[in-house]
């Protein structure tokens, strides 16, 4: 079946390094992927969309790759800060009229002071 | 800015209570979703409504129903409760024909079924 997998052991980091984070997907070729940030008792926001063609993807601190070899998508938080902690979930998308996201179970981020 | 409202962050009900939870976007999304959420499990989609009175079932739809009478309410019911639906609920919503689905989430609704 389709999957995402997520480490779901807590990533636990000194301030100001980069933080990287993984998402892999098996049995299926998603059209994107997408990043979302949870805190604690919140829901899910949207960070950042990457599509098949594309290979990076930035947003100010954040980076986002997708490498259709690898099956794998990587998130990066350069310069990371405590107020980054926080759960970051990867989410896969067919592209065509299905509106169903396939959602990894996230990773938690522990950013120390 | 609040775009997508739930209007109970925590509820504790009995087994066998009927249980509605109502979820209002101020966006004028066609699409609307309600996921639950589980450690270990990530989010599952229970149901989702690409239009008014329209409804799609997801993968774990047993147990519960829908409602969409407005084009702006989603509501999610779960008409006898059971400790195993004891979970966080997400609804969210998206536009149509973005073709990406980024979501809109709410806050969440925490239910606790005793």
């Known amino acids: 079946s389709q999957k995402i997998e997520q480490n779901s052991e807590a990533l636990n980091i000194q301030e100001g390094k980069t933080a990287t984070l993984t998402c892999n997907y098996t049995n299926y070729s998603p059209a994107y992927l997408q990043w979302y940030r949870q805190d604690p008792g919140r829901g899910p926001v949207f960070l950042l969309l990457?599509?098949?063609?594309?290979k990076e993807k930035r947003k100010e601190r954040l980076k986002v790759t997708f490498d259709t070899t690898l099956k794998q998508s990587l998130f990066h938080i350069t310069a990371s800060q405590p107020a980054d902690s926080a759960t970051y979930l990867c989410?896969?998308?067919?592209?065509?009229?299905?509106?169903?996201?396939?959602f990894g179970s996230g990773t938690r981020l522990l950013v120390r002071p | 800015d609040v775009k997508v409202t739930q209007s109970s962050r925590y509820l504790v009900k009995r087994t066998g209570e009927k249980v509605f939870l109502e979820c209002v976007q101020d966006?004028?999304?066609?699409?609307m979703f309600w996921y639950r959420q589980d450690p270990g499990l990530g989010l599952r989609l229970i149901y989702f409504?690409?239009?008014?009175?329209?409804?799609e079932k997801g993968d774990i739809p047993e147990g519960y129903s829908v409602s969409r009478e407005k084009k702006e309410r989603f509501s999610l019911i779960l008409e006898s409760a059971s400790t195993n639906q004891t979970s966080m609920y997400l609804c969210?919503?998206?536009?149509?024909?973005?073709?990406?689905?980024?979501?809109?989430f709410g806050a969440g609704s925490r239910l606790t079924v005793l």
């Open positions: 989410a896969s998308g067919r592209g065509d009229s299905s509106y169903k996201l396939i």
């Open positions: 409504s690409y239009d008014v009175k329209m409804k």
């Open positions: 966006m004028d999304h066609e699409n």
């Open positions: 969210a919503s998206t536009p149509a024909g973005s073709g990406a689905n980024v979501l809109t």
């Open positions: 990457i599509r098949e063609n594309e």
